[in-house]
């Protein structure tokens, strides 16, 4: 059975109170299609303001820390995010993996504290330009998943494939690439939502969405423009419409 859409956008570092009306009008468009799971992950400092002004969608934070407390100097746990009004939280996104050095078993741990805490997970998983070049994507991504699952199981979990060389340019996979590893990572973890995130724009959200055969995406800089962000929205609703009722 096909599973529910999820649209989720990423605001990474950038926002403040000023585009609360941003966070507002993606709200107002997710009631409008309730067929479509819809979530930003905000910089921290805006998720309980974004909580109160906005119930159209979910509020979701961008890391947390393995520990619910301690002496960690500029870290957010999980319990915190939950506090402040998220319900989800992304982990192991590639700026947190090659940036911030993380590895599959702090995601493995962070991912455990965030379930404990009652967050779902965004898990994001994808190979660099150099393991595309050559050949070793299905190799990186399954390492990934079983990694950073560590047995854990899909409970609460959707997956975000992310390609490294597709994020943050306008280089996106062929679909059928994203078709062939939402197929991996469904034979790797059944039961996720799975997601494509990597220069989506409503021009070629359709395509990746129903030829890429995955259950949404995870948006980063088109989710900073309402207005994108929203037609990215109306294609993937329009596209289940026309799965689920072919004419
Ligand atoms: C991301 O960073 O998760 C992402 C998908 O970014 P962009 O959409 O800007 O490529």
Known sequence: MAKRPLLVGNWKMHGDGGDLPTVIAIGEAARRHPAVDVALCLPATLIERAGRVCLGLAIGGQDCHAEPNGAHTGDISAAMLREAGASLVLLGHSERRHDHHENDVLIAAK????????????????????????????????????????????????????????????????????????????????????????????DNGAALFVDGGVDGFLVGRQSLDAEAFIAILKSIDLATRQISSPS
């Open 111 to 202: 991912l455990r504290a965030a379930r404990a805490a009652g967050l779902d997970v965004m898990l994001c998983v994808g190979e660099t330009a150099e393991d595309h070049a050559a050949g070793r994507s299905a190799e990186v991504v399954r390492q990934q998943l079983t990694r950073s699952l560590a047995g854990m199981g899909g409970q609460g979990i959707a997956i975000a494939y992310e390609p490294v060389w597709a994020i943050g340019g306008d280089r996106t996979p062929d679909p059928a690439e994203v078709a062939a590893m939402a197929g991996l990572i469904r034979d790797t973890v059944s039961g996720v939502r799975i997601v494509y995130g990597g220069s989506v724009t409503p």
